[in-house]
């Protein structure tokens, strides 16, 4: 076989990973909020408009009741209480709204949001006759109408398109230990379903080797670590976490993961979905109660990370008082100061709690 034709040959290798790039717009983006990370991890959501607006960037949201925003519905679909066509129509709706704004593309803070959004545009252009019905529909409920979207985004690919701008412009400090100099150990968890609905089409780097959360971390001084349950599903999978009898499910995978990326000494995880991040971050301490094993590995989102990077307020700006699992240990190793009594002020740095 001829070098250039073997996948292990450099040639090869590039033509393997051209399958696994998608385009990235620079702006013109509609941000999409997520139901679980705003009320969870505050401060992981707001600091998305802070770096798009860090960047000048032409974007748009439009939340107000009045306006017809809602969820995605993605919960109620995969929970089965909610039909397809209920979710195509939600979907539509919030289509219109981004186009009102004049944008073109979509981007959600949500990883289910983004699988939903990127199903419903496979289903229009695979369907003969959906988009006409759909477009019947939503005239008929709302008055709206829309048009398919040019892009559909996950938040993380647009840090993922600016990690070396936010790096070289706006970042204080590198995931790197102050103290011995060397990169902290960064455990990628990437949310199924970004990288396994549509590994080809919506993926960076597809499901195996998805780069999304990755390549941030390394490009901001991080050490990638691999290790044999990289690509196991969290456990959230709806009808675990929804149903009371199947919770222990949930905890089960949680666990497998930890107890086979802890041999690595991983410095923290890293996380592109709100339910991903809930459930590595809460289940560490329900594993503790249990079985008395403690994993306690910070569990950050990607704008978390950036966000302690670059110097803004651990408690005030990035929320880490959030967590279960203590973050102030991460915070340490890089060097990145913070008051602890700072940890509950509200306005007028009120104690709230």
């Given amino acids: 076989m001829k070098e250039n034709n073997s996948l292990f040959s450099e040639t090869g290798r590039e033509s393997l990973w051209k ?3 998608k385009d990235i717009p620079d702006d013109g983006y509609f941000l999409t909020l997520s139901c679980i990370l705003g009320a969870l991890y505050p401060g992981s959501e707001a600091m998305i408009p802070k770096v798009y607006d860090l960047f000048g960037l032409n974007w748009g949201t ?5 306006s017809g925003w809602s969820c995605c519905s993605g919960i109620a679909y995969h929970g089965d209480i909610m039909p397809i066509e209920g979710t195509l129509l939600t979907v539509a709706r919030l289509w219109s709204i981004a186009q009102e704004i004049g944008v073109d593309t979509i981007t959600m803070s949500c990883v289910t949001s983004f699988g ?13 006759g959906l988009k006409e019905k759909i477009d019947r529909l939503l005239k008929q409920s709302c008055g709206r109408e829309f048009e398919i979207p040019k892009y559909i985004l996950h938040t993380s690919d647009v840090f993922y398109h600016y990690r070396n701008q936010l790096r070289d412009n706006f970042m204080k400090f590198q995931l790197i230990d102050k103290k011995t100099g060397t990169p902290l150990n960064v455990v990628d968890h990437v949310g199924c379903h970004y990288s396994k609905l549509f590994p080809e089409e919506h993926s960076l780097g597809g499901s195996e080797y998805c780069e999304v959360l990755s390549g941030m971390a390394t490009a901001w001084g991080g050490k990638e670590i691999d290790y044999p349950e990289r690509r196991h599903c969290c456990g959230m999978g709806f ?5 009371s009898p199947n919770r ?4 089960a995978s949680v666990h497998k993961k930890m107890k086979s990326m802890s041999p690595f000494q991983p410095d923290l995880i890293i996380t592109n979905c709100p339910g991903c991040q809930v459930f590595l971050d809460k289940e560490q301490w329900a594993i503790y109660e249990i079985t008395g094993k403690k994993y306690f590995i910070p569990v950050l989102t990607y704008q978390e990370v950036a966000g302690i990077l ?3 307020d651990p408690y005030g700006v990035v929320g880490i008082q959030f967590h279960t699992v203590p973050v102030e240990p991460l915070l340490d190793k890089i060097g990145t100061p913070y008051n602890p009594s700072e940890a509950w002020l509200g306005i007028n740095k009120r104690q709230v709690y």
Avoid at 119 to 126: F, G, K, S, V
Avoid at 239 to 243: D, F, G, K, V
Avoid at 248 to 251: E, K, N, R, V
């Fill in 19 to 21: 399958r696994y790039i």
């Fill in 62 to 66: 439009n939340p107000r009741p009045e």
């Fill in 116 to 128: 939903i959004h990127c199903e419903c545009r496979d289903l229009y252009e695979n369907e003969p």
């Fill in 239 to 243: 009808r675990q976490c929804m149903i």
């Fill in 248 to 251: 222990a499910g949930t905890m």
């Fill in 310 to 312: 670059m110097g803004w």
